[in-house]
């Protein structure tokens, strides 16, 4: 259902590029804001409509999506989300991946919402795009770097230090399927192997500048919302410790979010991180903090969680860089390395290389635990000793995986396909879930595997996962619990909440995930009306933000074979309870899930059965056109 026509905060215009015809179109993109605002949804809409289900994720003709919320730009706390879409490296599935910094707000100031990507290059190229104009030019002298000298180089030839950058690294051009997309150096689109795409299409960067502006349509009132949002983030009681840094917030090293890493730690098998290994990596006294050196923020936030920092002394000396925070120390925790230092090494080489954290750290921790099990030998492993707590090793098989080098050509196609390749029963060891590695935790907080396992881009959290103390909402929510009732109401209230945020392009971290917990769908709602001009009410806004993630949804059914026999965790977690600690003996229950499941698909209105989308749901979110596609396919169900 098109909404009213749209009076501020979008750019207005869309770019085209086609690397294969070395082509630059550029199109109105209002249509589309007026149907689903901007950043995921649109891109989500695109993708569906113009992508073939006989295309491979490497094809010339897959679509690599850029696309800004509707509100980046704007004076929105924390509104500076780019979402990327295309079709997964690892399944075929809907690729999505998201991230932050200042890349998004300037592509507005540049004059676009979104950049469809499609064709391949015949030699390296970066796309520049600059105040309503854009240029493909050849990548000679930065391909094969990494992205922070990629960043410093395209800075140089561009004669602009304030240009902003989105690129690839060595693991993209690499193609490995855990390749990701960096943004100012440390901003990490992470999922769907976003980066292997952007590699095959011999794309190493995008890099831009804008001197334009963004108008709202009602100025007066949205900066009183703004003041309001403002004066609620001043007052919160998180707000000073998360601008300290994350990683230096007390409740962290103590809470359930360590439970939750814990449980993947020595790839799954540990289930707990005791207190005195936690203190290592993030307590007041030692770990992080001794190395952290400042504490910025993206794009107009208020709050600020990028923490830089520096070793200057020990191996890493000279290590230096930011973004690292409570999900980059849960990386080394699959290791069971608690060296503060090694730690963050992992985590800035990640960045460098351009390397998804969570998936290589999934695919690490599986050979590790191969060699424990004598699955894979010394001479196998290039010299490595993948012992456990062995930062040296992690830090050097990670190097391995980005440029495909021994052992780490193997792991970079994942879990499934390394252990398949390998065989002698490492099947058994490997943690993947519809072909994607995972670093998740299934079996403490089921609102969390919940919504990692039903995920519509692949086993990650931000698709839906509930657990303290990250969630917040509603005072009658359920809350998430180490339980099966109620769960399914919370993940279905944050897949609609997050599909919201990535719509409007304005950071969870502000508003129903963590941090300060002070934004929410009453306030995405004024903020939408106010800088659009629209006239949404809160229900209509969830209303539009089910229909986007519908879009998803409907991509996977048309491109893949994903149905309700993919929305169970790791067989792992059902078959190997958790043996020490607090939850020893927690797994996954089959019955259990399947409650959790049943009431999940009632609530997207799916089909309990198959789990697939029906008629009727499809046409009470306006998404009639979407059941025209699924029945073409024969997908459909009554």
Request: aromatic share 8%; glycine share 12%; proline share 4%.
């Amino acid at each position: 259902m098109l909404t009213a026509r749209i009076s501020g905060a979008i750019a207005g215009r869309l770019l085209r590029v086609d690397l294969s015809r070395n082509l630059v179109q550029i199109e109105e993109s209002e249509e589309y804001a007026r149907r689903f605002l901007g950043g995921r949804a649109v891109n989500s809409l695109i993708l569906l409509n113009e992508t073939r289900s006989e295309t491979r994720w490497s094809d010339p003709d897959n679509l690599l999506i850029f696309g800004a919320g509707c509100l980046v730009g704007t004076m929105a706390p924390g509104a500076n989300r780019v979402s990327v879409e295309t079709k997964s490296a690892w399944n075929g599935g809907k690729g999505s991946a998201n991230f932050g910094g200042h890349f998004g707000p300037e592509l507005k100031f540049a004059g676009f919402d979104q950049v469809v990507i499609s064709g391949r290059a015949e030699k390296p190229v970066y796309l520049w795009i600059s105040d309503g104009q854009a240029e493909i030019r050849r990548a000679e002298s930065v391909w094969g770097k990494s992205t922070y000298e990629t960043e410093e180089i395209l800075r140089a030839e561009c004669h602009d230090k304030r240009i902003k950058v989105a690129t690839i690294g060595p693991a993209g051009e690499n193609l490995v399927k855990s390749a990701c997309i960096i943004g100012d150096m440390s901003r990490a689109a992470g999922g769907s192997g976003v980066g292997a795409v952007m590699g095959s299409k011999n794309l190493k960067a995008l890099a831009v500048r804008g001197h334009g502006a963004i108008y709202v349509a009602d100025p007066i009132r949205f900066m009183d919302k703004i003041d309001e949002c403002r004066r609620r983030f001043a007052s919160s009681t998180r707000t000073a410790s998360w601008r300290k840094g994350i990683i230096r917030a007390a409740f962290f090293a103590e809470s359930p979010v360590w439970d939750l890493a814990g449980e993947m730690g020595r790839n799954g098998l540990l289930g707990y991180w005791p207190p005195e290994k936690r203190q290592n990596l993030v307590g007041e006294e030692r770990g992080v903090p001794k190395y952290q050196q400042k504490t910025t923020a993206c794009f107009n936030c208020p709050a600020g969680c990028n923490i830089h920092l520096r070793i200057d002394e020990g191996p890493y000396a000279g290590t230096q860089g930011s973004g690292y925070w409570i999900g980059s120390a849960t990386y080394s925790q699959r290791f069971d390395v608690d060296d503060a230092a090694a730690s963050i090494k992992f985590h800035l080489t990640c960045n460098q290389l351009g390397v998804s954290g969570d998936a290589a750290a999934a695919a690490l921790s599986w050979a590790f635990e191969c060699y424990e099990k004598g699955l894979l030998t010394k001479e196998e492993t290039g010299g490595l000793e993948l012992t456990w707590g062995n930062g040296e090793a992690m830090n050097s098989l990670l190097t391995d995986l980005a440029y495909r080098k021994g052992l780490g050509d193997l792991l970079a196609e994942g879990t499934k396909a390394a252990a398949a390749q390998l065989g002698r029963g490492s099947e058994a060891l490997a943690v993947h879930l519809k072909e994607q590695d995972t670093n998740e935790a299934y079996r403490i907080q089921k609102g969390w595997g919940l919504g990692c396992s039903t995920s519509t881009n692949g086993p990650q959290h931000l698709r839906g996962a509930v657990g303290t103390p990250y969630h917040s909402g509603p005072p009658d929510l359920p809350r998430a619990t180490t339980g099966y009732e109620n769960q399914p109401a919370a993940v279905f209230w944050q897949v609609l909440a997050k599909e919201i945020e990535d719509m409007t392009g304005l950071c969870n971290m502000m508003g129903t995930y963590t941090g300060p917990h002070v934004l929410g769908p009453a306030d995405y709602t004024d903020l939408v009306n106010l800088g659009l001009g629209l006239n949404h009410t809160e229900d209509s806004l969830t209303h539009l933000g089910q229909a986007g993630f519908n879009l998803e949804k409907a991509f996977n059914t048309l491109h893949t074979p994903f149905g309700r026999k993919d929305d169970y965790p790791p067989h792992r977690f059902e078959e190997v309870p958790i043996e020490a600690g607090p939850y020893a003996g927690f797994r996954c229950d089959r019955a259990e899930w399947d409650r959790m499941l049943d009431e999940l698909y009632r609530l997207h209105g799916w089909d309990v059965e198959t789990g697939l989308q029906t008629r009727q749901g499809l046409t009470a979110l306006g998404l009639d056109d979407i059941a025209a596609l699924l029945e073409g396919a024969g997908k459909l169900q009554r």
